[in-house]
T-cell receptor, first 110, second 115 residues
Framework: GQQLNQSPQSMFIQEGEDVSMNCTSS?????WLWYKQDPGEGPVLLIA?????ELTSNGRLTAQFGITRKDSFLNISASIPSDVGIYFC??????????FGTGTSLTVIP | DGGITQSPKYLFRKEGQNVTLSCEQN?????MYWYRQDPGQGLRLIYY?????DFQKGDIAEGYSVSREKKESFPLTVTSAQKNPTAFYLC????WGQGASDTQYFGPGTRLTVL
């Protein structure tokens, strides 16, 4: 199945810094989802996007559905230690099958 | 409390044994999925089901089997034919087909270790 290209693969940042990551696809999607996964746990849905150009926030997190419908971006502002984890993007064009990025591992240094 | 439950959290199995992982959801979702996650890798789709009594193979279905007798339940059996079964298994469900509200939610996962 298709795997989305997610970058960067890992990030090491100081507490308080902003974070940006993105996901690209060779296919057009109607839905983009962003998840956070802690070690040994299931991914938790952070933000869902359903319209090209849509910009949605959830606290310090902001995600955008790219205009081309082939990419999406996630920003985290003023990072804190509990932001540590792996962030995954997922896309769907039918709603019944989702394709996932390879993940971005975030480390926040206090 | 709405959500997806998976049991057990940790499972140990001897080589050559079949083992069944449980997944239950009370979100009233039609579609359910099983993924496998290996260290440092993304999610790989094993099987999915869009409706009761129907399911489709994903990218890595060999050595696995599923059933969907009830809307709420989608158990996964890891058979002895699966050559490398040690992994973290994630169940998910989605509200597909509703256009603007297609969303997928995950359970807490089961870590299977073959001894």
């Amino acid at each position: 199945g298709q795997q989305l290209n997610q970058s960067p693969q890992s990030m090491f940042i100081q507490e308080g810094e902003d974070v940006s990551m993105n996901c690209t696809s060779s296919s057009i999607f109607n839905t983009w989802l962003w998840y956070k996964q802690d070690p040994g746990e299931g991914p938790v849905l952070l933000i869902a996007l359903y319209k090209a150009g849509e910009l949605t926030s959830n606290g310090r997190l902001t995600a955008q559905f790219g205009i081309t419908r082939k990419d999406s971006f996630l920003n985290i502002s003023a990072s804190i230690p509990s932001d540590v984890g792996i962030y995954f993007c997922a896309g769907s064009n039918t709603g019944n099958q989702f394709y996932f990025g390879t993940g971005t591992s975030l480390t926040v240094i206090p | 409390d709405g959500g997806i439950t998976q049991s057990p959290k940790y499972l140990f199995r001897k080589e050559g044994q079949n083992v069944t992982l449980s997944c239950e959801q009370n979100l009233n979702h039609d579609a359910m999925y099983w993924y496998r996650q290996d260290p440092g890798q993304g999610l790989r789709l094993i099987y999915y089901s869009q409706i009761v009594n129907d399911f489709q193979k994903g990218d890595i279905a060999e050595g696995y089997s599923v059933s969907r007798e009830k809307k709420e339940s989608f158990p996964l059996t890891v058979t002895s034919a699966q050559k490398n079964p040690t992994a973290f298994y994630l169940c998910a469900s989605s509200s597909w087909g509703q256009g603007a509200s297609d969303t997928q939610y995950f359970g807490p996962g089961t870590r299977l270790t073959v001894l």
